[in-house]
């Protein structure tokens, strides 16, 4: 599998730096975990982040918290070691911890033609929805305010920005008015993150785009 | 420093964890208070990243961080839950194995190239250095964020992509 679509580097300072709302934090740590350039980028961005933590001139700590930190690591507690993350050949771990661990559980509903969709619970500032396209189906052009990232976990798509694959991840703005149409050879699975915030009701239905409005 | 995890990791050395104590602990308290921290819930938080480092010091892997690094991570995790009260999606974990014990070759080459970052990064130009500091601090939004660029990051990111190879041929 060789990954020909990655994060930018907007996005890896900000999944490193903590300021990406958790829908953009969902879609980055699912593209890390099949891409080890992006997660050697990561690092290197991390690192980054330490050294900035390194030199920043340091805040005297009150007397209480070094003892609060020795009764938490001599506290009886053992840790428990961290459960071992469910896996899957189509979802990376971090999307199973969304959808109750398996791609069974995924509660799709009908968008019509054969698409499917399934919208995941994260914070409001931006939202996720895994995307279940029949192979040789077009998606109709469903325009987007802000930013938009697309990560293939299944099959692949086309679209005039090219050619993706499992692991690849589209970055489009709104300037980019694209029309995705699933590979022939297989059901494609995409993870879909948007900025633009979940309008639920208040505004006219956008006639143009009534598909994969939420 | 990496020194210092070993002695937790080994020993449970307390006298380890206090020295890293003082030099750590007042500089996530820093870091979360510039984050919008208040004083208390920073040296809260300080004091669980802290111990957080000595709970998992078996998980620190020297040739691809250096402790600097390490509790940043921590501490910025941390202050996502804390702060903006979200999860924190994190990637698939990397197969781990028994030869977990990195080379001390490995080791000290990377330890000097987080070294080079940092002189690097001391020696920006005083704006380019303050927006980076921003940025981790987490007042920069998106666009602001996409427009930073110029940081040296090459050579450190090709060491870690090599420590990435040889864990995953390691896993085979």
Known sequence: MTIKHHLTDALLMGYSSGSLPEAFNLIVAAHLSLCDECRAHLASFDAVGGEVLEGTSATPVSDSCLDGAMALIRGATPVEPAPVRPRDKTLPAPVLDYVGGSLDNVKWRSAGMGVKQAILPTSPEASARLLYIPAGVAVPDHGHNGLELTLVLQGAFADEEGYFARGDIEVADEEVEHLPVADISEDCICLAVTDAPLRFKGLLPRLAQPFLKI | MVALIRRIRDERDEDAFVALFNHYAPRVKAFLMRSGADSALAEECAQ?????????????????????????????????????????????????????????????????????????????????????????????????????????????????????????????
């Open chain 2, 48 to 172: 669980e990243v802290m111990a957080t480092v000595w709970h998992k010091a078996h998980l620190f892997d020297p040739s691809r961080a250096s402790v600097a690094t390490w509790v940043f991570t921590i501490a910025r995790n941390r202050k996502i839950d804390a702060l903006r009260k979200q999860r924190r999606p994190e990637p698939e974990d990397l197969p781990w194995g028994p030869e977990a014990e990195p080379d001390q070759a490995d080791v000290l080459e990377f330890q000097q190239e987080s070294k080079k970052l940092g002189q690097a990064i001391a020696s920006l130009p005083d704006k380019q250095r303050e927006l980076i500091e921003k940025a981790y601090f987490g007042d920069l939004s998106h666009s602001e964020i996409a427009e930073q660029t110029g940081l040296p990051l090459g050579t450190i990111k090709s060491r870690i992509r090599l420590a990435l190879d040889r864990l995953r041929h390691a896993m085979k």
